[in-house]
């Protein structure tokens, strides 16, 4: 019996502590994720997006050859000024090389400074100094740069199936009416 109190005790204690989200806090919620997004490739969801310091963390123990399945969120540092075809991203500090599945889809070449959503697969390479001195290229780097380029390099790099870019917000900050 003294058991079967303790037990109702206890359980009258849970319930009791459950929390509620009110539907004003659920709203709030709704409305913070509200983005529209331009989609490059195949459709990415924006759901379990890792940040930068989550995906350095989580790839840090690959060895080259080790591939991982992510989704991640990177501010672009550059694209390809020929064509568009790979972008570099900051991940935790570090520049990390991104890649189009099968040459698919091609950046705009002016988003350089934007955040994107970035989904495929990534992995350690050994980059030569001929793809360095190619990339460089591409990047628009002085003869001097490129000629300074001599050792390969261990690198983060991500072959993405799907990126997502933020659409700019039709309204100027300021005119969107206060509640």
């Not at 490739?41 to 940040?51: D, K, L, Q």
């Not at 568009?84 to 091609?106: H, L, P, T």
């Not at 030569?128 to 380029?149: F, M, N, Q, W």
């Amino acid at each position: 019996m003294r058991n079967l109190f303790v037990l109702l005790v206890l359980t009258t204690a849970l319930v009791g502590c459950k929390s509620e989200v009110s539907q004003e806090d659920a709203t709030i919620a709704v409305e913070e994720v509200k983005e529209s997004f331009q989609n490059f490739g195949a459709p990415v969801a924006v759901s379990e997006v890792m940040t930068p310091v989550a995906l350095a963390e989580f790839t840090k123990t690959l060895k080259v050859g080790d591939t991982v399945p992510v989704k991640f969120t990177s501010k672009v540092n550059s694209v390809c000024q020929k064509k568009g075809c790979w972008m570099k991203v900051d991940i935790d500090g570090e520049e990390s090389m991104v890649r189009f599945k099968d040459y698919a889809f091609f950046m705009p070449k002016d988003i350089a400074g934007q955040d994107a959503i970035i989904e495929g697969v990534a992995f350690i390479e050994e980059v030569s100094v001929e793809d360095l001195k190619h990339y460089a290229a591409d990047d628009g780097k002085s003869p001097e740069e490129i000629a300074a380029i001599t050792e390969p390099k261990k690198s983060l790099a991500i072959v993405s199936s799907g990126v997502l870019l933020p659409e700019a917000q039709a309204a100027e900050e300021g005119s969107i009416p206060q509640e």
